[in-house]
């Protein structure tokens, strides 16, 4: 088999990720892949699939109805890419709608897979929707994205606990 060129790469992981496809999705990632957003720090495969493993089956679960996710602007050479995306989803935790609009950037390896994952987008205009009136007023601050962020680490780490 071929390598996949990184532009290929991305276009595999967002048409899995419509499809809340998490095995495909783990599948784009090196072993010691690195993803960083604003909820999230993992590195290694594990993490890193898992979480999307974690995401996909709470979206599954709670919010297929409304799911949604469209791609555009995939950029690639050799080793960089990005990509924007745009999710509409029920956050699992609160059953608010969320519209999430992410920059994604990457970096691969000789193989084509994705070395280094980083989506960015506005803290506060994501926290606003899935969280409510604690994201209006407290959205732009540390300590909620800090508390966001703990939430994360430890939902995840209790999800791959029970992972085989």
């Known amino acids: 088999?071929?390598?996949?060129?990184?532009?290929?790469?991305?276009?595999?992981?967002?048409?899995?990720?419509?499809k809340l496809d998490a095995a495909t999705m783990e599948a784009c990632y090196a072993p010691d892949a690195v993803f960083d957003d604003e909820a999230f720090s993992l590195r290694g495969r594990r993490e890193v699939g898992g979480m999307w493993r974690m995401l996909c089956l709470a979206t599954?679960?709670?919010?297929?109805?409304?799911?949604?996710?469209?791609?555009?602007?995939?950029?690639?050479?050799g080793t960089a890419g990005s990509a924007h995306w745009d999710a509409h989803y029920r956050f699992s935790a609160t059953g608010?709608?969320?519209?999430?609009?992410?920059d994604a950037r990457f970096t691969f390896t000789p193989e084509g897979l994705i070395a280094?994952?980083?989506?960015?987008?506005?803290?506060?205009?994501?926290?606003?929707?899935?969280?409510?009136?604690?994201?209006?007023?407290?959205?732009?601050?540390?300590?909620?994205?800090?508390?966001?962020?703990?939430?994360?680490?430890?939902?995840l780490a209790n999800f791959l606990a029970?992972?085989?």
């Open 1 to 18: 088999m071929t390598a996949a060129t990184p532009a290929q790469t991305i276009e595999r992981f967002y048409a899995a990720f419509s």
């Open 60 to 77: 599954r679960a709670k919010g297929a109805d409304v799911w949604r996710l469209t791609w555009r602007d995939v950029k690639a050479d």
């Open 96 to 102: 608010r709608l969320v519209d999430n609009s992410v």
């Open 116 to 155: 280094t994952h980083r989506d960015s987008f506005p803290f506060w205009t994501w926290s606003r929707q899935a969280l409510g009136t604690p994201g209006l007023l407290l959205g732009w601050t540390p300590m909620l994205r800090n508390k966001v962020r703990a939430g994360a680490a430890a939902n």
């Open 162 to 164: 029970r992972q085989p």
